[in-house]
Nanobody, 131 residues
Framework: QVQLVESGGGSVQAGGSLRLSCAAS????????MGWFRQAPGKEREGVAA????????YYRDSVKGRFTISQDNAKNTVYLQMNSLKPEDTAMYYC????????????????????????WGQGTQVTVSS
């Protein structure tokens, strides 16, 4: 049973930083796609960033490029999302997602967005950015 547990959300002022963590357990495949999605009230879920653990390849949506960084710690089976220069429009519930054995980062690079074709999802962590 794959489990994803997010942490690190909170409230910050615009320009501040937060680091989200996603601890994964329950699978042993070495090459997986790990992604972060977000959903604000009244808006559709959108893919924010992803990493393919097989080779470290990453994807970012345009609005977070240069501000967010996704990284992995294979020893801890944990993926991080470092969020800097936060803006009020970054306010949302952030979800960690995992797809075992598939390279969805490559798919995102082909289609221009991160598809929500992840099989496993966390419960979410709230990020609130005030102006």
């Amino acid at each position: 049973q794959v489990q994803l547990v997010e942490s690190g959300g909170g409230s910050v002022q615009a320009g501040g930083s937060l680091r989200l963590s996603c601890a994964a357990s329950g699978y042993t495949h070495s090459s997986n796609s790990m992604g972060w999605f977000r959903q604000a009230p009244g808006k559709e879920r959108e893919g924010v960033a992803a990493i393919y653990t097989g080779n470290g390849k990453t994807y970012y949506r345009d609005s977070v490029k240069g501000r967010f960084t996704i990284s992995q710690d294979n020893a801890k089976n944990t993926v991080y999302l470092q969020m800097n220069s936060l803006k009020p429009e970054d306010t949302a519930m952030y979800y960690c997602a995992a797809e075992v054995g598939e390279d969805l980062v490559q798919v995102a690079q082909w289609v221009g967005y991160l598809p929500p074709h992840f099989g496993y999802w966390g419960q979410g962590t709230q990020v609130t950015v005030s102006s």
